[in-house]
């Protein structure tokens, strides 16, 4: 089971590449994303990444129906932002998918229009209420080092600004959201990859 | 070398991946597909999917730069719409980019915004000149069979109808644009492969 990121001087693309694909807990060994690339409507028979099925097994969960909507995803990174669209353009989830990032010309131009904002971005509170429609549906996956201006200790800061929280309709915080979903996504990967070798999935 | 799509009942993913990664000249392998999508902005050192490749290729060459574009892409299938994103999306091109499918609530709404539309749905003329702002950017990347009203006779069409054509700044044809460009990216990619394995690439 590898954890992302690894420490400075280990070739990430060259580790990921030496784990099983059959036993990637991850879901993050290039062929595994590159089978993902390629299924749209037909089942995934290999582990899916963790964070971007934590996300959308969380949305799903509390009842928000995704297909049809507008999914602007903030932030190309490689957990979230380069692999979450392959996730929610496929048929069983059917979002229509915006994947913007640091070259993009006006941010709030894609907001706006969002039914959906999932922000990796990792800068704290990029996300304003001025940016955001009203009853927006917003996950925060941002995870940014900060110091609290109060205490002077330093802390963990999403993306999402409280002014954005308060227009949203549904919100998902960061620290307290999604992480325990990736955790639980990297079991289940687990307990499905057992049950493909074993013959039982 | 493949060619898709394979005949009916011969089983796609399965001769994908029966491909030698090093020797895929589609750039189709799950494993150059996975690679493109952990890849932000360091180079992909292996192959490319060809007809993603040849589209921005082809818009770059005639003097159009991508860098900060939104970029909507019509059609989700495996050898544009699935992939194209992953390539616009990295650092060396920093587009930003929207996928849409036919789960799409309101197509209209995101290719009026479009500074590039790339029209892979395989729907003739789904894209009317009402749904595209002034100088946009076009490609057409849709096949269908229809057939002539004037000669009875069965012809390729494309996605773009004529009337967005003539609103757009710069337009790609299907037939007539991008299937040569595709073919090209064939070679080249059969030839950098050739570079990799003799070590001078």
Tied chains: 1, 2.
Excluded: F, Q
Aim: charged share 25%; proline share 6%.
């Amino acid at each position: 089971m590898s954890s992302l990121p690894l420490p400075r001087g280990i070739d990430t693309h060259r580790v990921l590449e030496l784990i099983d694909p059959d036993k990637d807990a991850d879901g993050l060994h290039p062929t595994n994303l590159g089978r993902l690339v390629l299924r749209i409507a037909e089942p995934v028979e290999s582990s899916l990444p963790c964070t971007p099925k934590g996300i959308i097994e969380l949305i799903e969960r509390h009842g928000v129906d995704l297909a049809g909507k507008h999914v602007v995803v903030v932030g190309r990174g490689t957990t979230v932002g380069r692999s979450i669209g392959l996730l929610l353009t496929r048929k069983d989830v059917n979002a229509t998918v915006t994947l913007c990032h640091t070259g993009t010309a006006d941010l709030a131009s894609h907001t706006r229009t969002a039914d959906v904002i999932v922000a990796a971005a990792g800068v704290p509170g990029i996300i304003t209420g001025d940016m955001v429609k009203d009853g927006a549906v917003l996950v925060d996956v941002g995870v940014s080092r900060v110091t609290d201006p109060e205490t002077g200790k330093s802390k963990v800061a999403g993306d999402i600004a409280a002014d954005a929280v308060e227009r949203s309709s549904w919100y998902s915080p960061n620290p307290g959201g999604v992480g325990p979903m990736t955790r639980a996504m990297l079991l289940a990967n687990v307990v499905e990859a057992c049950e493909r070798k074993a013959g039982i999935r």
